[in-house]
């Protein structure tokens, strides 16, 4: 089945830093790569996604670059602000979604 | 905005018992998900809901999980005998289509078993 592993798993930037997570996927058959923010306490919100059709896409602040051929996926912050910090997962869905182990991500004001 | 809703927030029960745990998935969706997440570990699949039957269930579903939607709104999970190792947050999610679709999740319902 399928097996995503992301890195790393805990992040410390500067705010107005760039930060970047990466995952890897093993199963050729994904084609959806969403990823999500999880505050403490709450439900996983979805805050970007790219397809299997498309290598880039951005919105705002955050980018997510998907490469087929390596089988991996990085989440891209740039500028980032205190309020940034959440754990982030990513995720390949072959239907159901398989989640990576997260990455802590802490701006430091 | 449209979101998913969960109750109970917090449910705490003994051991052996039955818990039910409700959601109400968005209500244009047609796909429904049932994840768990044990305190600081990822979050993983239970099992999916579509037509009024499972899709697909994981190692974890076993026969004391099970799922329902009782009404047009509301989808739950009941597990029959609760187990110290049940204890985690419970999230449903719903999706308008399935590959591909974006899973929108809940609030979650903590789940404590002492």
């Known amino acids: 089945g399928e097996n995503v592993e992301q890195h790393p798993s805990t992040l410390s930037v500067q705010e107005g830093d760039s930060a970047v997570i990466k995952c890897t996927y093993s199963?050729?058959?994904?084609?959806?790569f969403p990823w999500y923010k999880q505050e403490l306490g709450k439900g996983p919100q979805l805050i970007i996604d790219?397809?299997?059709?498309?290598g880039e896409k951005k919105d705002q602040r955050i980018a997510v670059t998907l490469n087929k051929t390596a089988k991996h996926f990085s989440l891209h912050i740039t500028e980032t602000q205190p309020e940034d910090s959440a754990v982030y997962f990513c995720?390949?869905?072959?239907?159901?979604?398989?989640f990576g182990q997260g990455t802590t991500l802490q701006v430091k004001p | 905005e449209p979101e998913v809703t969960q109750t109970p927030s917090h449910q705490v029960t003994q051991m052996g018992q039955e818990v039910i745990l409700r959601c109400v998935p968005i209500?244009?969706?047609?796909?429904f998900y049932w994840y768990r997440q044990i305190l600081g570990q990822k979050v993983e699949f239970l099992v999916s809901?579509?037509?009024?039957?499972?899709?697909?269930k994981s190692e974890i579903f076993d026969d004391q999980f099970s799922v329902e939607r009782p009404d047009g709104s509301n989808f739950t999970l009941k597990i029959r005998s609760t187990k110290l190792e049940d204890s985690a947050m419970y999230f449903c999610?719903?999706?308008?289509?399935?590959?591909?679709?974006?899973?929108?999740f809940g609030p979650g319902t903590r789940l404590t078993v002492t």
């Open positions: 999610a719903s999706s308008e289509f399935r590959q591909g679709g974006e899973q929108y």
């Open positions: 199963d050729s058959a994904s084609n959806y």
């Open positions: 790219i397809r299997s059709n498309v």
């Open positions: 995720a390949a869905n072959t239907g159901k979604l398989i």
């Open positions: 209500s244009n969706h047609l796909y």
């Open positions: 809901f579509y037509n009024n039957e499972i899709s697909e």
